[in-house]
């Protein structure tokens, strides 16, 4: 340091030296925060930014065009009214219960509801009963034919 004689018998010190700045105004620990806030918002940015993307254009390749819509599954009377065509008009209802796996008594009260609306006849015999579709019912079971004695 330089020492100059002051002029009542005491030293001055230079406060230039004092005073030299190191290069850097911030200290180290306010440049680090502000690394961190500004990575920070990148990852909020681009989370914002994927959110708002749709999940079928990030994970799914594109959908062909739709073609015509698919029909809507047959009921349960047109599923009768198909098995019965396929097999001459007439068939036994334990057939119908085994080729649809429905119950004894669904298939027994659907028919029944048929057989009310007039889509099909019923015939017992024994302890069966024989469906047919309006025209397909057996001879003797047709309605307005007498059995002779």
Not at 22 to 34: E, H, Y
Not at 59 to 74: G, I, K, L, Q
Not at 96 to 105: G, L, P
Request: net charge neutral; charged share 25%; glycine share 8%.
């Amino acid at each position: 340091m330089d020492q100059t004689p002051a002029p009542a018998g005491g030293t001055v010190v230079d406060t230039a030296i004092v005073l030299q700045s190191t290069g850097s105004d911030l200290p180290l620990w306010v440049a680090f925060l502000g690394t961190c806030a500004a990575v920070l918002g990148a990852g909020i940015a681009l989370r914002r930014r994927r959110r708002s993307t749709p999940v079928e254009t990030i994970d799914r390749p594109p959908r062909p065009p739709e073609s015509a819509p698919t029909p809507p599954a047959p009921t349960d009377e047109e599923r009768v009214v198909r098995m019965l065509e396929s097999n001459g008009g007439r068939m036994r209802q334990t057939r119908i219960v085994e080729r649809t796996d429905w119950s004894k008594s669904k298939v027994s009260m659907l028919l029944s509801e048929m057989e009310a609306d007039g889509a099909l006849h019923k015939l017992r015999v024994g302890r069966e009963n024989i469906i047919s579709l309006p025209g397909a019912e057996p001879v003797a079971a047709r309605p307005g034919q007498e059995r002779e004695p």
